[in-house]
């Protein structure tokens, strides 16, 4: 059984850093791509970024180009999400997520596992 949890968010103003971290807390069974998404108050969810196995493969949304990075430690099981140059826009819950195999997704009906969510606030 898989249970993923998210850690690292906070409240930062306009033009701040965050890094979010996201592990499974369980066993994992074979390799798994992982994504984050995020869901603002009275909006629907939205995917932000994926990268595969390996780590040869990542893509954003285009709203965070530029600005987010992702990154993975498979040594550490660990998946990470660095926020820089912030917006008041990008406050949300933020989520991760993890798809059995190796390839990454932007669509929510591929991944298999969620976190929890943990909260940023961007101040303007």
């Known amino acids: 059984q898989v249970q993923l949890v998210e850690s690292g968010g906070g409240l930062v103003q306009t033009g701040g850093s965050l890094r979010l971290s996201c592990a499974p807390s369980g066993r994992t069974f074979g390799t798994y791509a992982m994504g984050w998404f995020r869901q603002a108050p009275g909006k629907e969810r939205e995917f932000v970024a994926a990268?595969?196995?390996?780590?040869?493969?990542?893509f954003y949304t285009d709203s965070v180009k530029g600005r987010f990075t992702i990154s993975r430690d498979n040594a550490k099981n660990t998946v990470y999400l660095q926020m820089n140059s912030l917006k008041p826009e990008d406050t949300a819950v933020y989520y991760c997520?993890?798809?059995?195999?190796?390839?990454?997704?932007?669509?929510?009906?591929?991944?298999?596992?969620w976190g929890q969510g943990t909260q940023v606030t961007v101040s303007s």
């Open positions: 997520a993890a798809h059995l195999g190796t390839s990454g997704s932007r669509r929510e009906g591929d991944y298999d596992y």
């Open positions: 990268i595969s196995w390996s780590g040869g493969t990542i």
